[in-house]
T-cell receptor, first 117, second 116 residues
Framework: NAGVTQTPKFQVLKTGQSMTLQCAQDMNHEYMSWYRQDPGMGLRLIHYSVGAGITDQGEVPNGYNVSRSTTEDFPLRLLSAAPSQTSVYFC????????????????FGPGTRLLVL | AQTVTQSQPEMSVQEAETVTLSCTYDTSENNYYLFWYKQPPSRQMILVIRQEAYKQQNATENRFSVNFQKAAKSFSLKISDSQLGDTAMYFCAFMKPLGAGNMLTFGGGTRLMVKP
């Protein structure tokens, strides 16, 4: 059981380039989310998904796209990278029902550090 | 919208002593969940403790306990017998219940240094 995995660990992009951050989980969680963490700040929600084929925007969605074709995978796409997207990106997953023991608790991946020059 | 405030950007404590980290939040919800996450230098986000708002009893996990004051919208974390491995950023987070995607709203964090 690997939990939540993210690739790559670190990436350098030039302004205007595109890339996809990969996220996968093997816990059969319905919910998956992407957060970004800027220096000295807490995490902010970019996009989330409540199941395969269903996604929605979070607090800071501009410049990012997501899709969820399977329960396991939730990739985050940067369409045209900008220096303001330099950040650490975390993927998280959870069961849908907080009422269950442990349900609702978000399990985080190790993060992807992105530098946009 | 919910907001979470951690008023202590940095704190330090001597090894084996007790320290309390503060967190306040603002919400109009009645049922919700609160969490403390630890982020060591590795950047991994590690769940420390969770509290369901409908439970009056404060959550405890070994050396970690919370003081949940619902009316005051306060959720502090107490770390007893502090260890060097407790050195990390600590984030308080709020979550609305069912149907909202289990989205977390985070505070700005408190950097805790445990000194030998």
């Amino acid at each position: 059981n690997a939990g939540v995995t993210q690739t790559p660990k670190f990436q350098v992009l030039k302004t205007g380039q595109s890339m996809t951050l990969q996220c996968a989980q093997d816990m059969n969680h319905e919910y998956m989310s992407w957060y970004r963490q800027d220096p000295g700040m807490g995490l902010r929600l970019i996009h989330y998904s409540v199941g395969a084929g269903i996604t929605d925007q979070g607090e800071v969605p501009n410049g990012y796209n997501v899709s969820r074709s399977t329960t396991e995978d939730f990739p985050l796409r940067l369409l045209s990278a900008a220096p303001s997207q330099t950040s650490v990106y975390f993927c998280a997953s959870s069961y849908s029902r907080p009422g269950l023991a442990g349900g609702g608790t978000q399990y985080f991946g190790p993060g992807t550090r992105l530098l946009v020059l | 919208a919910q907001t979470v405030t951690q008023s202590q950007p940095e704190m330090s404590v001597q090894e084996a002593e007790t320290v309390t980290l503060s967190c306040t939040y603002d919400t109009s919800e009645n049922n919700y969940y609160l969490f403390w996450y630890k982020q060591p230098p590795s950047r991994q986000m590690i769940l420390v403790i969770r509290q369901e708002a409908y439970k009056q009893q404060n959550a405890t996990e070994n050396r970690f306990s919370v003081n949940f004051q619902k009316a005051a919208k306060s959720f502090s974390l107490k770390i007893s017998d502090s260890q060097l491995g407790d050195t990390a950023m600590y984030f308080c987070a709020f979550m609305k219940p069912l149907g909202a995607g289990n989205m977390l709203t985070f505070g700005g964090g408190t950097r805790l240094m445990v000194k030998p």
